[in-house]
């Protein structure tokens, strides 16, 4: 959570209206973009399939990492095993599941220069595939 000396940003967020739209309409956030998915993921995750979905830490690695970089987004996903609660890339860059709240799941990302993100991520019904629904940035006052 942010210090009182951190300026708060709202970078992405779903409104209320978006949340309880059918499953192939809720938009699904990916390396800032912002789509729905189509049925067919929905089914191969409930055939088993990209179980890596309904990990906090690993959906943060893969649709987020643009907020941390770019550059290491493979190495990223490559170091991501399911049911992971933290990934330490270096000193300055660490995914962390912080919370379960309810639906809501929030997940921290740091990266250097002390900036880090809140990230809330909830499964809606029907399915425990998790949509990002809200990125905070969190930029230290100077």
């Known amino acids: 959570m942010p210090s009182p000396k951190t300026d708060r940003k709202i970078l992405y967020a779903l409104d209320e209206s978006q949340l309880t739209k059918p499953l192939m309409q809720i938009p699904y956030y990916r390396h800032g973009?912002?789509?729905p998915l189509p049925?067919?993921?929905?089914k191969q995750y409930n055939e088993g399939h990209q179980?890596?979905?309904s990990n906090p830490v690993t959906v943060a690695i893969v649709n987020?990492?643009?907020?941390i970089s770019s550059d290491v987004v493979d190495v990223?996903?490559?170091?991501?095993?399911?049911?992971e609660k933290?990934?330490?890339?270096d000193s300055e860059r660490i995914i962390t599941e912080v919370s379960t709240e309810d639906k809501d799941v929030k997940v921290g990302m740091t990266k250097p220069g002390g900036i880090t993100y809140d990230i809330t991520?909830?499964?809606?019904?029907?399915?425990e595939v998790l949509f990002v629904k809200q990125i905070v940035e969190n930029t230290p006052r100077k």
């Open 33 to 35: 973009k912002s789509e």
């Open 39 to 42: 049925e067919t993921i929905f």
């Open 51 to 53: 179980s890596w979905l």
């Open 64 to 67: 987020c990492s643009n907020l």
């Open 76 to 83: 990223l996903q490559n170091k991501a095993t399911i049911g």
């Open 86 to 89: 933290k990934i330490v890339i």
């Open 121 to 127: 991520m909830y499964a809606p019904q029907g399915t």
